[in-house]
Structure formats: structure tokens, C-alpha cells
């Protein structure tokens, strides 16, 4: 395997925790898996974002640093290969969606102190979606607090999404997921497993599903 490291990112909906745990299995991999059920705040933001939106993101953010900081230590000597299904960074995207002007300001302080301290991933997978399928997706999964999520609240991610990848040299391996079936489809699957034996140069590279 050519990276210890590999983070898989994408849209509310996009298969993120399922391709996951499927590459996880197959590498026999370490697996960090975010924690989202744990939030206290997060069906209070989405019944009323303006007034949870600060405390839901601030939450998210210590809750992702301590999981990552004690799963990946910087300094780790023998290095596992490890799968995580969120990028530390994707608090700053989501803050940069939800919050006021001085509520984003004061959130990216506290970010910038604590992001040199994560091990970033050795490659990104993105899987990217039309909305009309991330929407289909999250209404399969049936999570209560997020069946009313607004088209233009997931338009909004997936530009701030795909703005950062463009504007930051990450080695991004980006997947079109719109016919996703990882499950069901073992084709799929392996073509994103085979793609991760590969080396890449630091930038975009474009995956289609079949």
C-alpha cells in the first residue's frame, strides 16, 4: 500500500462512512469514524440553525481534534495504515456555510491553532454527488434530524467543498459518485481499491464509476 494515511470526504449523503468501512475490511485498516450521534447540539441546528450553529460547529471541531490527535499521533513511529471518513479541516468548510462574520472569525482562530497539530492524510478521496442523489441517500438512511435539509444548504457545501480542493495542491483522488454502489456493485469497489495502489502527483485526479 503507498499511503498509511487516507481520508475519504464529500457532501452530507455522499457514502463517506460506507466506502469507509468497506476499504477498512479489505486492508484490514485501522478505521476513525466520525462521531456525529454524539453532538448534543446538532437536531437543536437543524431545527434552528442561526442560534445552534456556533455551538454545534464548536462542538464538532474539539470532538474531531481529540478523536484524531489521540487516534494519529503526529509523531507516531510505526505507522498503521489508517482510514478516517472526515478531514479535519471539513470544520472550517462547514463553519464557513453556517456561521455570522465575528462567529467565523473567532471559530478559525481556534482552528488555526489546533490544525497544525492533526496529521494530515497522505491522499483524499472526494466522493462528489448531484444533490438530488446525495438527498436520495439521506433519505434511505432515515436519520430523523436531517430528512428537512434544504437542496441550497447542500448546494452551498459541495461549492465550499470543491472551492477548497481546487484552491489548496492536495493530492485528491476525485471520484464522480453519482451512480455510486459500493455494496452492491463489487466493480466499484475495486476500482477505487486499485486506484489506491497508484502514485499520484499533488493535485486533482479524476475517477468515473462505471
Do not use: W
Request: aromatic content about 14%.
Amino acid at each position: 500500500m503507498k499511503y498509511n494515511f487516507v481520508t475519504i470526504e464529500g457532501n452530507i449523503g455522499a457514502g463517506k462512512t460506507t466506502l469507509a468501512n468497506l476499504l477498512s475490511n479489505h486492508f484490514d485498516a485501522r478505521l476513525i469514524l466520525e462521531e456525529f450521534a454524539d453532538n448534543p447540539f446538532l437536531s437543536k441546528f437543524y431545527e434552528n440553525p442561526s442560534q445552534y450553529a456556533f455551538p454545534v460547529e464548536l462542538f464538532f471541531m474539539a470532538e474531531r481534534f481529540n478523536q484524531l490527535k489521540d487516534a494519529i499521533p503526529t509523531n507516531e513511529l510505526f505507522q498503521t495504515f489508517t482510514i478516517s471518513d472526515y478531514l479535519f479541516t471539513k470544520c472550517l468548510l462547514f463553519a464557513k456555510v453556517n456561521l455570522s462574520g465575528e462567529e467565523f472569525r473567532l471559530y478559525q482562530k481556534l482552528f488555526d491553532v489546533m490544525h497544525p497539530q492533526i496529521k494530515q492524510p497522505d491522499i483524499l478521496i472526494y466522493l462528489h454527488s448531484p444533490v438530488a442523489r446525495l438527498q436520495q441517500n439521506i433519505k434511505t438512511r432515515n436519520r430523523s434530524f436531517e430528512q428537512q435539509i434544504p437542496d441550497a444548504y447542500l448546494f452551498s457545501l459541495q461549492e465550499t467543498y470543491t472551492q477548497y480542493i481546487k484552491q489548496h495542491n492536495i493530492k485528491t483522488l476525485f471520484i464522480d459518485a453519482s451512480n455510486a454502489d459500493f455494496t452492491g456493485n463489487p466493480k466499484h469497489l475495486t476500482l477505487v481499491i486499485e486506484a489506491l495502489e497508484k502514485e499520484y502527483e499533488y493535485g486533482q485526479h479524476y475517477l468515473t464509476l462505471p
